[in-house]
C-alpha cells in the first residue's frame, strides 16, 4: 500500500510538472525571454569592466539560475486561481507536498536550462573549470531553491499576478547586491555582510564560486550546500502549510 501511494503521488507530481512545462514554459514568448535575457544581462555586466571571465560567467549563470527559476512560478498559481482551475488540484486525491514539489520542479528544469547558457559559453571562450560535480550541485540545489522561492510567493491566496511579483520582487532585486555576485562577500561593509547570508543567492554563488574558482569562495562548501538545502525546505514547507490553509477554505 505503502510503495503504491509513493507511485501515484509521483505519477501526479510528474503530470503537474509536465502540464506547467507545456503549457506555460514551452511557450515561444518564455522561451525567447529566457535566451535573451541573459544576453542583455551579460552586456550590462560585462561592458566597461575589467573582470575576469570567471567572474563575468560565473556572475550571469547565478544571476539567470536565480531569476529564471524563480520568475514563472509566482505567475502560474494566481493565473490558475483566477480561472478556476487551481481548486481542482486542492481537491485533488493528492499530497499537498506532492502538488508543491510538481508545480516547482519546472522552474527549477527553465531555470538551470538558462543558466547553462553562460556556462557553456564561458567555457568556449576559456574559463576555467575547477570542479564539475559543484557545478551539478550549484544548478539543481540553487534552481530547486530559486523555484521554491517563487512558489512560496505565489502560494498566499491571491489572484493578481502583480501583488506576487511585486513581493518577489522586493526579495530578489535586493539580494542581488548583498549575494557577493557584483561586490564580494569579503568586499561587502560590516553593516551588509550578515544580511547576505540570509539569502539562498549568497549560498549558491558561493558554491558556483567552488566550481570555477577555488580561490574566490567565501565559505566552505559544505556550508552552501547545506545552506540550500534549508532553503528549500523552508521554502517548502511554508508553501504546503499556505496550501493547507487555502485546502481548507476550498
Not at 3 to 29: G, V
Not at 151 to 178: D, E, K, Y
Not at 241 to 247: Q, V
Request: aromatic share 14%; proline share 6%.
Amino acid at each position: 500500500m505503502r510503495y503504491k501511494r509513493i507511485q501515484d503521488e509521483l505519477s501526479a507530481l510528474l503530470l503537474i510538472a509536465s502540464k506547467d512545462i507545456r503549457i506555460y514554459y514551452s511557450k515561444p514568448p518564455v522561451i525567447m525571454f529566457g535566451l535573451i535575457w541573459p544576453f542583455f544581462m551579460f552586456l550590462s555586466f560585462f561592458i566597461k569592466r575589467q573582470i575576469e571571465p570567471v567572474e563575468v560567467f560565473g556572475g550571469l549563470s547565478s544571476m539567470a539560475l536565480f531569476f529564471m527559476a524563480s520568475s514563472i512560478g509566482p505567475v502560474v498559481i494566481p493565473i490558475e486561481r483566477r480561472q478556476g482551475t487551481y481548486d481542482r488540484f486542492l481537491s485533488a486525491p493528492i499530497s499537498l507536498f506532492a502538488l508543491v514539489l510538481g508545480k516547482t520542479l519546472p522552474g527549477m528544469i527553465f531555470g538551470i536550462s538558462v543558466a547553462l547558457v553562460p556556462l557553456l559559453i564561458g567555457f568556449v571562450l576559456g574559463a576555467p573549470l575547477a570542479n564539475l560535480p559543484f557545478i551539478i550541485l550549484f544548478l539543481v540545489l540553487g534552481g530547486f531553491s530559486f523555484s521554491a522561492l517563487g512558489i512560496l510567493f505565489s502560494s498566499f491566496q491571491v489572484q493578481s499576478t502583480g501583488s506576487v511579483m511585486i513581493g518577489t520582487n522586493f526579495i530578489r532585486l535586493p539580494s542581488l547586491f548583498i549575494s557577493g555576485i557584483f561586490l564580494g562577500l569579503n568586499e561587502l561593509p560590516v553593516v551588509i555582510l550578515p544580511l547576505s547570508f540570509i539569502s539562498p543567492l549568497t549560498y549558491a554563488h558561493d558554491l558556483l564560486n567552488w566550481a570555477l574558482d577555488a580561490e574566490k569562495a567565501y565559505l566552505p562548501w559544505i556550508i552552501d550546500i547545506i545552506g540550500l538545502v534549508i532553503f528549500s525546505l523552508v521554502f517548502i514547507r511554508l508553501s504546503v502549510m499556505l496550501h493547507e490553509r487555502a485546502r481548507q477554505k476550498t
